[in-house]
């Protein structure tokens, strides 16, 4: 038997099917191990043959991996295959998202691990000096057998002295790690309300594949979710759950484990390699039938899908940022064809892209309305910051927020307080009268460049002169960023001495379970104030919360980027959703410099309809997606020569293109990329909008062929971060 082999080397020159004997019993997706180029490197079966016109005195034989199935299965073939070839990126490179990386590298090992206990009484023991043996000893005296790696980490060293005298036996287990054991909690189970009933009901019966479910926070998505799931297992069948980042929603994962148990897995980058070898390996033997993941988990290796849900559809974190550089959706959609299934996509505030289409009958639409708790959504009430300049409090907390974070404290309920801070925003706002420097022709916010001393438009390269006052009211009082989550935590414990206060951003939040502890201490009330930042927004339900300050709601409007208007319009709505979630009413209390702006009064009533029309004549007008495509190609290598050598030859050929099929594009221009160098990496970009997306196979292929060892070519469709 022949077969067509990938060797798992990323690298362009690499990046074809080679031809190997192999044993007769061979099945495709199978993990071999070929001699290639005088060593020896994984790789995977693709498909199998009778004959090959490849000589035969210089066919070498590929080694069988025996892992009791096939790594990959069909169907993962076939869409890696598919993402190969729409992304025009290396095979080898592609099937890497399908496959754990010890999978890969072929270093499954064992699943042993060792454990320590105590084999003679403690009483009979001798100490002397050495004080963590006896800790360890101790420790092993309360809780018995214990991990070694555990025990390791906190008494280094003193395991070994005490096996050698005789203290302790160390004996290896098959374990099957269980990376999430601390999250256990009671399930409890609800009676659908009438609207999770319709909900659950339509995706069941709506023949159409992808379902949007619009429902306000706090009405009860998650259960329409776990139904649907609950269901699927019924019937044998697996399921993916994706939630935009897994480490933010341990209560999530507690309650799908509560009801699930082993039959979930969890996938996520936090975990250690070994434990997501585990995960995917239940998945892949179907011992677990419901993979729980962000964006990765898409690619888990179930058959037999009845249903693929994507919690907050709108989620930046479903773009990949590296290459291939895929986006979620369109692989979810991919596989929910396969197996004939339903798409479910679910949030509050849809992204207008997905909104549109979902109006446009393509995609169906189910409504839910209504807080399960039957309460009004949060009230919000607007604090103008220009006044409380004016009026002489420079502080971060407004009057309003100060009277509010009073009553809750002396009510004993909890608030969080969220600082819209995602990146470093680099726009100039005006402190008195909330001006900010937009560029004239596509309305989106400019970007202060250090480096040239000037403002620059992301989308269209155009450049302004740096302003000494604002145009608007001629107040001196720029500013660039506001003030740091750590500065505000500070601040607060000064005015509300007794306060206990909790501070999550990414400095606080380290480890897998940092999150989770940070969480889990605000929701046994431990702390009366959560201060965050957009790691706060999401998902959480603490019942206790009464009151949600947004201490800069203006901030992410002024991101240069066309989606900056509704991710602010989200980012109010999520943040806003964690007040008054159970039997109390909810206060939201949202600082601006900018009171009248229109995107904060449609998240003030709540009325996402009203933001959707708005959005989406704006896009139609200024020609952004969804009614256009933004492409850029990004050029990047160290050598600052051979990376512009390789810009021209991607130039040149796409501005072939262009003048071929200028009727597709809205837009063409280089220049150079906004942040020069990343990382010691020279960046170079051309930035197109094209009307019609059919000459995007052929921009991949352009950039696919210029692509080199030491110069990378990547494409980019509507990137959420054009610096
Ligand atoms: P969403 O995801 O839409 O913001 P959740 O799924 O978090 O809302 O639900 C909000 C709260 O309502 C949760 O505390 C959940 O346990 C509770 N809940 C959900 N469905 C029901 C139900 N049918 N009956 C009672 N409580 C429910
Ligand atoms: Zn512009």
Not at 141 to 170: M, Q, S
Not at 358 to 364: Q, R, T
Not at 449 to 460: P, T, V
Not at 513 to 528: C, R, S, V
């Amino acid at each position: 038997m022949i077969a067509e082999v990938i060797v798992d080397i990323a690298s362009g020159e690499t990046d074809r099917i080679y031809d190997y004997y192999c044993d007769d019993n061979a099945v495709v997706g199978s993990r071999v191990r070929a001699p290639f180029g005088g060593k020896i490197v994984p790789g995977f079966i693709m498909r199998l043959k009778e004959t090959t016109d490849y000589p035969k005195e210089k066919l070498k034989g590929v080694f069988l991996c025996d892992d009791g199935l096939p790594a990959l299965n069909k169907e993962c073939l076939q869409l890696a295959e598919k993402i190969t070839a729409r992304y025009r990126v290396p095979k080898a490179l592609t099937l890497r998202l399908f496959l754990p990386s010890e999978m890969r590298t072929g270093k499954v090992r064992e699943r042993l691990r060792s454990y320590a206990q105590l084999c003679i009484p403690f009483e009979d023991m001798v100490f002397g000096r050495a004080k963590k043996q006896r800790a360890a000893a101790e420790y092993l005296r309360d809780n018995g057998k214990t991990d070694c790696a555990l025990l390791n980490a906190e008494f280094p060293a003193a395991l070994k002295e005490l096996e050698k005298k005789g203290y302790v036996v160390i004996t290896k287990e098959q374990v099957l790690r269980d990376p999430y054991k601390t999250l256990d909690r009671e399930n409890v189970l609800h009676v659908l309300s009438d609207d999770q009933k319709r909900a659950v009901q339509t995706v069941e019966t709506d023949e159409r594949t992808v379902q949007l479910l619009h429902g306000v926070t706090g009405s009860g998505k998650t259960e329409v979710y776990l139904t649907l799931i609950a269901k699927c297992l019924a019937q044998g069948k697996s399921s993916i759950f994706l939630v935009p980042e897994i480490s933010l929603t341990p209560q999530m994962l507690s309650q799908l484990r509560a009801r699930f148990g082993r039959n979930a897995a969890i996938l996520h980058s936090g975990l250690s390699a070994g434990e997501r070898f585990d995960e995917w390996w239940r998945l892949r033997t179907g011992e677990a039938k419901i993979a729980i993941g962000a964006r990765s988990a898409i690619f888990a290796p179930m058959e037999n899908l009845g249903v693929i849900i994507i919690d907050e559809e709108h989620d930046g974190s479903y773009v990949s940022e590296t290459a291939p550089r895929y986006n979620t959706f369109d692989v979810a959609l991919l596989r929910a064809k396969y197996n004939r299934c339903k798409l479910v996509l679910g949030s509050a505030t849809p992204s207008a892209d997905t909104y549109k289409r979902a109006k446009d009958g393509e995609f169906s639409l189910i409504r839910m309305d209504k807080r399960i708790n039957k309460k009004p959504l949060p009230e919000i009430v607007i604090a103008d910051m220009r006044r409380e300049v004016r009026k002489g409090n420079n502080s971060a907390f407004s009057l309003a927020l100060k009277e509010e974070l009073e009553k809750c404290l002396s009510e004993d309920k909890q608030a969080i307080l969220f600082l819209n801070r995602r990146g470093y925003s680099q726009t100039v706002i005006c402190k008195e009268c909330g001006y900010v420097a937009k560029c004239r022709s596509c309305d989106v916010s400019l970007t202060y460049h250090r480096d040239e001393d000037c403002l620059k438009c992301h989308y269209c390269g155009a450049k302004y002169g740096m302003l000494s006052a604002c145009p608007d009211c001629g107040g001196k009082k720029l500013s660039y960023a506001g003030t740091g989550t750590q500065r505000i935590a500070a601040d607060l414990q000064k005015l509300y001495p007794t306060a206990r206060i909790l501070r999550m951003d990414n400095d606080t939040t380290s480890g897998k379970e940092g999150h989770y502890k940070i969480l889990k201490q605000f929701g046994e009330k431990k702390a009366d104030i959560l201060v965050g930042t957009q790691m706060i927004a999401k998902g959480h339900d603490f019942p206790s919360v009464t009151l949600v300050g947004i201490l800069d709601a203006d901030m992410s409007l002024h991101f240069s980027d066309y989606r900056s208007r509704e991710r602010t319009f989200q980012l109010i709505t999520q943040v806003s959703g964690r007040s008054g979630r159970a039997e109390e009413k909810g206060k939201v209390v949202l600082q601006t410099f900018d009171p009248e702006n229109e995107v904060l009064r449609f998240a003030c009533a709540y009325d996402y309809e009203g933001f959707y029309q708005s959005e989406i004549s704006l896009r139609a007008a200024m020609a952004f997606p969804p009614f256009s495509k933004i492409v850029r190609v990004l050029v990047t290598g160290e050598d600052d020569g051979k990376t512009l050598e390789t810009l021209k030859t991607v130039y040149f050929e796409l501005e072939r293109l262009y003048t071929e099929q200028s009727e597709k594009f809205l837009f063409f221009n280089k220049m150079r990329s906004p942040i020069k160098r990343i990382q010691n990496k020279f960046r170079y970009q051309v930035l197109m909008r094209l009307s019609d997306t059919s000459v995007l196979p052929q921009i991949y292929a352009v950039c696919a062929e210029a692509r080199t060892r030491d110069v990378l070519v990547s494409v980019e469709e509507n990137p959420a971060n054009l610096s």
